[in-house]
């Protein structure tokens, strides 16, 4: 090995593998890559991590410092536990294996599927690599599903309930009246039909020094920390405003599937119809 050169132990776990797999934790996957890099005398190792991230989204930060590193001449051997660890989207998983790591001279190691480039027999690997995707687009049904389900049977599926509302501690799925922020939506309500323009609602409550929402369930929950909310928590906006007196779910209607992704592949959000 050249002197000085690492040896990539790359480690990834989402929600959905997290949830089916207890023994793909990456605590699990560091000692296990440890081990292997070990017995094969591979020394000078560096981890690289990304927990919480989809197979088939490589944008991921500690992939993409990966990336850098092999771009910086740095890498001379990348080992993951198995081929669905790197990504589960085959062309581009593919790419890197049979391309990208090559070109760079770069030795590639899934454990767990017999997989080590510096010996040409791997066949079976394109074959793998698209058994990942099926079970990345076949997870994505499902969660997909779950959530069209839970919006016909009326349950709340936002990652947040809105400024207003909590989630029901006994029920993630059921919104509860916040009594204290309830009182404020009334305000700006009753204030917007006896004629006030949406700037002068906002210099009011500016007076009278009301939370904005973020900063409103920053303090009650410690969430969604940002230094401007901090340096101004009651800057209400006119988007703000806005936002709050065309909420139907103010009137209580539940309005669910407002935006989907665009694939399993993509998840940037387009809007659905409004008859959906």
């Known amino acids: ?107 590639f190691i899934a454990v767990n599927d017999q997989v080590d480039t510096i010996h040409q027999e791997n066949d079976l690997m394109p074959f793998r690599n698209i058994m990942n995707e099926w079970y990345a687009r076949d997870i994505s049904k499902k969660i997909r599903s779950a959530y069209k389900t839970k919006a016909i049977n009326g349950e709340f599926t936002g990652p947040s309930a809105p400024y207003g509302y909590t989630k029901d501690p006994n029920n993630k799925n059921h919104l509860v009246i916040e009594p204290k922020q309830a009182d404020v939506i009334r305000s700006i309500f009753e204030m917007y039909i006896n004629g006030l323009t949406i700037f002068k609602i906002i210099k009011r409550l500016r007076i009278k020094r009301i939370l904005t929402p973020r900063a409103s369930t920053n303090e009650m929950t410690g969430k969604y920390v940002l230094p401007l909310t901090k340096k101004y928590p009651y800057e209400w906006s006119y988007k703000s405003i806005q936002a709050i007196l065309s909420n139907e779910e103010y009137i209580g209607n539940l309005v669910c599937n407002k935006h989907s992704t665009i694939s399993y592949k993509d998840k940037n959000l387009k809007l659905n119809p409004r008859e959906e």
């Open 1 to 107: 090995m050249k002197q000085n050169m690492i040896t990539a132990l790359y480690c990834r776990l989402s929600r959905e593998d997290e949830r089916s797999d207890a023994s793909s934790s990456i605590g699990t996957q560091k000692a296990y890559l440890k081990r292997y890099a070990m017995k094969q005398g591979l020394t000078n190792i560096k981890y690289y991590i990304d927990d919480g991230y989809s197979g088939t989204n490589f944008e991921r930060p500690g992939f993409q410092e990966l990336l850098d590193d092999i771009d910086n001449k740095m890498i001379e051997n990348i080992i993951v536990k198995d081929l669905s660890r790197l990504g589960r989207n085959y062309l581009t998983t593919g790419y890197y294996i049979e391309h990208h790591f090559p070109i760079n001279n770069i030795r």
